[in-house]
C-alpha cells in the first residue's frame, strides 16, 4: 500500500478570528480524489500578544496546535510554524487566516506533487473583494496568485498557498528572514532560497484558495506601494546573494516599458495606463535596493 503522507498546515493569524474560523471549516471539507486521506496537522501561530482567542482542538477535525508569537512580524510567524511542525511530516503547506481553501485545495496540490516530483507546488489565489473592484484593478491582476498552467515550472512563488517537501528546506537550510518582518516580502526571499538551493516548483492550477481582499488595499497607492515593495525585495536578494547586474538591466528594462505603458495608456485604457505605473514603481524599488541606503519599505502587510 502506499505510504499515506503527513502534511502540516501552517498558518499565520493576527486579529481575524472570524477568517481563521473560516479557513479551519475549509480544511474539514477537503476531499481527496483516490479516497486516501492524508494525515493532516494543523499549526496555528498568533502574532496577537493581547489575544482572547481560544483555539484547541475542538477548532478543527484534525490535531491543532495552537501557539502565540509575541514578536511581531511574519517572517517570525512562518519560521514558527516551520519550527513547531512534528519532526515526521513530509510536507508543509502555508495559506492564511484572510484565506479559505476550496474543497480539492490540498488534494490538487498533492496530486501535482506526486505526478511531477516536485519538491514545491504553488496554487492559485483568487481574489474576493469586500466592495465591488474597478475594471483596471480585475483585469490587472493585482491581488491574485496565478493563474498558471498546469506543471508549469516556476521561478518564484507566494507564502499563501504553496506545499513544500519538508526536506527540500532542511537541505537549503532555509529559514524566513526577520529583516524582512516589519516591509514584508519574507517569502519572495525565502523562494528563493529554496530554488537557489536547486529546488524544483511546479504550479497547481487547480490547488484554488480565495482571499478577502479589503477596501484599504483596493486602491491605487497600496498597488504601486506593493508593487515597490516586491521589486525593492528582489533588488536586496540580488544585492546579498549575487545576480546584481541581471537585477539592475531587468529593472531599467521594466521602467522603460512601464513608462511607454503609462503613455499610451493616457489615450487608451486607464488598466494599461496603471499596469505601467506599477511597472515603474517595481523598477524603482529594486534600483532603490540595489545602490540606495540599507533599509526596508513598510507597508501593512498582514
Not at 496554487?123 to 496568485?145: D, F, I, L, N, S
Request: charged letters at 20%; glycine letters at 8%; one cysteine or more.
Amino acid at each position: 500500500m502506499p505510504t499515506v503522507p503527513h502534511v502540516v498546515i501552517g498558518i499565520a493569524t493576527y486579529r481575524r478570528p472570524a477568517g481563521l474560523r473560516r479557513l479551519l471549516t475549509s480544511l474539514d471539507n477537503q476531499t481527496f480524489d483516490d479516497g486516501m486521506r492524508p494525515k493532516l496537522t494543523l499549526v496555528v501561530i498568533d502574532n496577537d500578544a493581547q489575544t482572547t482567542l481560544t483555539v484547541d482542538d475542538r477548532a478543527s477535525l484534525h490535531p491543532l496546535m495552537y501557539r502565540i508569537e509575541t514578536e511581531k512580524g511574519l517572517a517570525t510567524v512562518r519560521n514558527a510554524c516551520l519550527d513547531a511542525a512534528p519532526a515526521d511530516a513530509d510536507f508543509i503547506a502555508f495559506i492564511d487566516d484572510d484565506e479559505w481553501a476550496e474543497p480539492s485545495w490540498l488534494g490538487r496540490l498533492l496530486a501535482m506533487q506526486a505526478t511531477t516530483g516536485a519538491d514545491i507546488v504553488q496554487g492559485v489565489v483568487r481574489p474576493a473583494y469586500t466592495v465591488p473592484a474597478p475594471t483596471w484593478m480585475r483585469e490587472g491582476g493585482y491581488h491574485e496568485v496565478g493563474p498558471f498552467t498546469d506543471g508549469a515550472p516556476l521561478n518564484h512563488g507566494a507564502s499563501g498557498n504553496v506545499l513544500i517537501r519538508r526536506t527540500t528546506i532542511a537541505t537549503a537550510d532555509a529559514r524566513f528572514r526577520i529583516d524582512f518582518n516589519r516591509s514584508g516580502g519574507e517569502d519572495v526571499d525565502f523562494f528563493d532560497q529554496l530554488l537557489r538551493s536547486g529546488a524544483h516548483m511546479v504550479a497547481a492550477n487547480g490547488a484554488v484558495a480565495h482571499e478577502d481582499i479589503p477596501h484599504d488595499r483596493m486602491t491605487l497607492r497600496w498597488i504601486v506601494q506593493r508593487r515597490y515593495r516586491t521589486g525593492h525585495t528582489l533588488g536586496l536578494i540580488a544585492r546579498h546573494r549575487g545576480g546584481r547586474l541581471l537585477r539592475t538591466l531587468k529593472a531599467l528594462a521594466r521602467m522603460s516599458a512601464g513608462a511607454a505603458q503609462t503613455v499610451f495608456g493616457l489615450v487608451t485604457t486607464r488598466t494599461r495606463a496603471v499596469r505601467g505605473i506599477t511597472n515603474m514603481a517595481w523598477g524603482a524599488g529594486t534600483l532603490a535596493a540595489l545602490f540606495g541606503p540599507e533599509q526596508q519599505s513598510s507597508i501593512n502587510h498582514y
